[in-house]
């Protein structure tokens, strides 16, 4: 059965440093989704991607943010300056239609420690 | 705006009992409703979704929930806890229309099976 695939599955990093979080959507979907859950808490939606471009992003999704993606099966999350308040476990999702019935498949996540 | 309450962070069953989650959702239109399971250290995993036809869902592992508009609830059920079952819950909302088709979740319900 096809997946969401993420790597890594941690990274530690420093205060102030660039992180680069990776996903593989599953092929033949269109639609791309990042969403965080700081530990104990809710799952964020962060932002949506379609046709190489943002759909839609919350308000947490600030210039610090950015998503990318750069060839045909990678889809990236880069935080530009990490900050201790993004700890956080990153999940990837996709879906294969607008449609909201639709269902959205999602990684396995990336836990971001920063220190 | 749209959002989801899921009544109870957590709750402990015994094995072989009922099982009852609840989820409220507020929306100004029409939602779509899933609820999804998150095993530790994996990601979400869709377990059911409403999408305007049948009231009452059926999902996988013999999980099933119903939406009554009027009570604008998607309360998650199963008739006999299994220990397999032990998870978090997250119950979720998408717009009928929605071009970037984000969800929305609530907080999340950790379910507890003793033996």
């Known amino acids: 059965e096809p997946e969401v695939t993420q790597t890594p599955s941690h990274q530690v990093t420093q205060m102030g440093q660039e992180v680069i979080l990776r996903c593989v959507p599953i092929s033949n979907h269109l639609y791309f989704y990042w969403y965080r859950q700081i530990l104990g808490q809710k799952v964020e939606f962060l932002v949506s991607?379609?046709?190489?471009?943002?759909?839609?992003k919350s308000e947490i999704f600030d210039d610090q943010f950015s998503v990318e993606r750069p060839d045909g099966s990678n889809f990236t999350l880069k935080i530009r300056s990490t900050k201790l308040e993004d700890s956080a476990m990153y999940f990837c999702?996709?879906?294969?239609?607008?449609?909201?019935?639709?269902?959205?498949?999602f990684g396995p996540g990336t836990r971001l420690t920063v220190t | 705006a749209q959002s989801v309450t899921q009544l109870g962070s957590h709750v402990s069953v015994s094995e072989g009992a009922l099982v009852l989650l609840r989820c409220n959702y507020s929306?100004?239109?029409?939602?779509?409703l899933f609820w999804y399971v998150q095993y530790p250290n994996q990601g979400l995993q869709l377990l059911l979704k409403?999408?305007?036809?049948?009231?009452l869902v059926k999902g996988i592992n013999g999980f099933e929930a119903e939406f009554k508009k009027s009570e604008t609830s998607f309360h998650l059920t199963k008739p006999s806890a299994h220990m397999s079952d032990a998870a978090e819950y997250f119950c979720?909302?998408?717009?009928?229309?929605?071009?970037?088709?984000?969800?929305?979740f609530g907080q999340g319900t950790e379910l507890s099976v003793k033996p």
């Open positions: 929306s100004s239109v029409p939602p779509y």
């Open positions: 999702a996709s879906r294969e239609s607008p449609d909201g019935s639709y269902e959205q498949y």
């Open positions: 979720a909302v998408s717009l009928f229309y929605n071009q970037g088709g984000k969800l929305i």
């Open positions: 409403y999408t305007s036809a049948a009231t």
């Open positions: 991607f379609y046709n190489n471009e943002i759909s839609e």
